[in-house]
């Protein structure tokens, strides 16, 4: 019987918010969301800024001292629940804001994580 740790991946999906179930994917170094037939685009034309949710940030945040920075600001409630992980071993927790006003909470791995910055540059 395998008694080891089992690494489990990031979801690489939005996880709260605007575009929960979309999936976060990239090819040729750019990142969008997808689910069924739409696409969203991560990238300097699209997303307002991003934020890496940390352990420091999730402390906080469920302590209550900045409920604003995470939580109220960017995906109220939803974003407190969501089971915030920050960052884990090449897993990122990152909350988008959208220029259009649209809000997102994304778990995504290193590579994801890495397009993402690239297209926000």
Do not use: W
């Not at 990239?26 to 034309?45: E, M």
């Not at 920075?69 to 407190?80: A, F, Q, R, S, T």
């Amino acid at each position: 019987m395998y008694q080891g740790v089992i690494n489990v991946g990031a979801k690489n999906k939005v996880i709260a918010g605007d575009y929960e179930g979309f999936i976060v994917d990239s090819v040729f170094g750019q990142a969008y969301f997808t689910k069924l037939f739409a696409k969203i685009d991560l990238n300097k034309n699209n997303v307002e800024s991003f934020e890496l949710i940390t352990d420091e940030h999730r402390k906080s945040a469920v302590s209550g001292i900045s409920r604003g920075l995470v939580g109220g600001v960017l995906l109220g409630p939803v974003g407190l629940l969501a089971g915030l992980t920050g960052k884990t071993k090449d897993i990122y927790v990152l909350a988008i804001m959208f220029k259009d006003g649209k809000k997102s909470l994304i778990e995504v791995d290193k590579k994801r994580y890495e397009a993402i910055m690239k297209g926000c540059f």
